[in-house]
T-cell receptor, first 111, second 118 residues
Framework: TQLLEQSPQFLSIQEGENLTVYCNSS?????LQWYRQEPGEGPVLLVT?????EVKKLKRLTFQFGDARKDSSLHITAAQPGDTGLYLCAGALNQGGKLIFGQGTELSVKP | GAVVSQHPSWVICKSGTSVKIECRSLDFQATTMFWYRQFPKQSLMLMATSNEGSKATYEQGVEKDKFLINHASLTLSTLTVTSAHPEDSSFYICSAIGTSGRAGETQYFGPGTRLLVL
C-alpha cells in the first residue's frame, strides 16, 4: 500500500507565527502537488514540484521536494487568518496520473 | 485555463433514489477524470478513474454497481449514485487531467457536489 503521511493533521496558531507541514512516504513520486481547500469547495492547486531538491516560493509559502522525491514540506511565514484552510499534499505515481493524497492538515490562524 | 465544473453543486434526495453528478472540463479535453469522496475534515478518497470511451477503474472497496461512472466524451464524465442511502451522503469531487495519464500531469479539481440522502 502506498501511503503519504502528512503531519500535523491539525494546527492552530496565532497570526504572525510560522509553520511547517510535512509529507513523507516510502514511495518515490514523479511529482508532488500541494493543494489548499476551503469548506464546501474543491481543492485548489498551489504548486507542483517535480525535481528532487526543488524549492518553490509562492509569496509567504515555501515548498520543498526532498532529494529522493519521497517527501515534501510546506512552510508558511507570518501566517495570516486568510491562510486558514485544509492543506493537502498529493504524490503522483506512474499509474495513469493517479494521485496519492496525504491525510490533510487543517490550519486555523487566529487574529 | 484548466477549469473543471460540477453540477449540481448540492443535492438532497430521498433514500432509494438515484442521483447523477456531472463533471465537465470547460477549456481543455480530459482523457482521464477521477472521482473522489470526502468526509468532513478528512482528505480525499479516490473512488475511481474514468477514461474516455472505456470502462472506469474502481478502487478497492468501491462498489461499481452502486457508483456508475460514464465518460462518454472528452469533456464530460458522470457519476450516478444508484439507490442512494444516508451513508452515501458525502462531498463528491471530480478532477481531470489533459493527457492520457502522463506521470506528473496536474489534476484540476471541480468545486465538488454535496450530496445529502434523507
Amino acid at each position: 500500500t502506498q501511503l503519504l503521511e502528512q503531519s500535523p493533521q491539525f494546527l492552530s496558531i496565532q497570526e504572525g507565527e510560522n509553520l511547517t507541514v510535512y509529507c513523507n512516504s516510502s514511495s518515490v513520486f514523479s511529482s508532488l502537488q500541494w493543494y489548499r481547500q476551503e469548506p464546501g469547495e474543491g481543492p485548489v492547486l498551489l504548486v507542483t514540484v517535480v525535481t528532487g531538491g526543488e524549492v518553490k516560493k509562492l509569496k509567504r509559502l515555501t515548498f520543498q521536494f526532498g532529494d529522493a522525491r519521497k517527501d515534501s514540506s510546506l512552510h508558511i511565514t507570518a501566517a495570516q487568518p486568510g491562510d486558514t484552510g485544509l492543506y493537502l499534499c498529493a504524490g503522483a505515481l506512474n499509474q495513469g496520473g493517479k494521485l496519492i493524497f496525504g491525510q490533510g492538515t487543517e490550519l486555523s490562524v487566529k487574529p | 485555463g484548466a477549469v473543471v465544473s460540477q453540477h449540481p453543486s448540492w443535492v438532497i434526495c430521498k433514500s432509494g433514489t438515484s442521483v447523477k453528478i456531472e463533471c465537465r472540463s470547460l477549456d481543455f479535453q480530459a482523457t482521464t477524470m477521477f472521482w473522489y469522496r470526502q468526509f468532513p475534515k478528512q482528505s480525499l478518497m479516490l473512488m475511481a478513474t474514468s477514461n474516455e470511451g472505456s470502462k472506469a477503474t474502481y478502487e478497492q472497496g468501491v462498489e461499481k454497481d452502486k457508483f456508475l461512472i460514464n465518460h462518454a466524451s472528452l469533456t464530460l464524465s458522470t457519476l450516478t449514485v444508484t439507490s442512494a442511502h444516508p451513508e452515501d451522503s458525502s462531498f463528491y469531487i471530480c478532477s481531470a487531467i489533459g493527457t492520457s495519464g502522463r506521470a506528473g500531469e496536474t489534476q484540476y479539481f471541480g468545486p465538488g457536489t454535496r450530496l445529502l440522502v434523507l
